[in-house]
């Protein structure tokens, strides 16, 4: 299969969904800023106009609902921060102590709980505002202020317009792509089982499945948001998949500790040296290789390899293996049935495979 070209893996790029969602989430925020600044410099001819497009940033958001919850709270903070700023310059008047003094106090309103997590706005915001500007006045308090309610209507606007798409579809991929790079780490392992893996390689299988987790985890955001990006959102048209989505993500989990456990055992293996029974080491590792070809194949059906798996442990159960290796057979046995189980459960899902 030939290699893709450059222009090639651009537009693959492109397609991804959590690509092209961060692309809106960016377009969005620089028009927010852009228009806020226009309104305010050019049209309105506020003091302190960069206060509009600074606010619009804070506020635009990637769903409807999360411009509205963490937008406020910006507008809080940037509202407290220019308030402060204000009564700080009017008590002790322009300079170095003021200055001080005023970020002293942000600080402190960044450990308040409705504040928390846009503390440091309040900071930053007592910053600008004092290094900016000279006017004391209460008239250049009222023109800072409009700046930001300016910021916040804007981005309210554009984000309405322009809403947040739905984000199943970045969370779908995610699912796919953790299938995938579960079936490659379970073909890598029986490729190394064959070349008698030492303690380094299978190392290195469990520190993948860590990577593995990871990507959980940023799965497990894509599903959140994509709950969220339902709520208050114009462009909905459908139900949100996000549940099944969360099912799904709950299984690959268990998933990813089996085959995390499968390789902790063959490491432990490989440090004692120990020399597997070819009656076990040959039918597993092909059971191993075949479940990992399926599972990065959502299409493949996966009843026939429990099938297998259960064969082997009844061969086994009459060969009279040594005791000694039943704890490891056992367990490798039954951690390959436990993933068939998931893989079947994740593959026939309909945010899987869509029926």
Known sequence: MPMPT???RVRRWLSRPD????LVQILKSVLAAVAAWLIADMLLGLDQAFLAPWTALLTVHATVYRTLSRGMQAVVATSVGVVLSFLAVQVGGHGAVTLGIALLF???FARVGLLRDEGLTVATTVLFVITASTDTSWSGLGDRL???AIGVAVALVVNTVAAAPLRDESARQQVEEIDQGLGRLLRDMAAGLRER???QLTGDWVDRTRT???????AWGLVYEARESVWGNPRRRRASSSEELSRVLGRLEEGIAQVRGMARLVYESALVAEEWDPAFRDPFIELLDELGHRIEDPEAEVQELRVRADRLASDLSDKGLPDLRWPLYGGLIEMARAVITIVDDVATSSVVRPR
Not at 19 to 22: A, I, M
Not at 212 to 218: A, E, S
């Open 212 to 218: 593995l987790d990871r990507r959980l985890d940023t």
């Open 106 to 108: 942000a600080m402190v």
């Open 6 to 8: 450059r222009p090639q």
């Open 197 to 199: 893996a030492d303690e």
């Open 146 to 148: 409009g700046a930001t």
């Open 19 to 22: 690509v092209r969602s961060d």
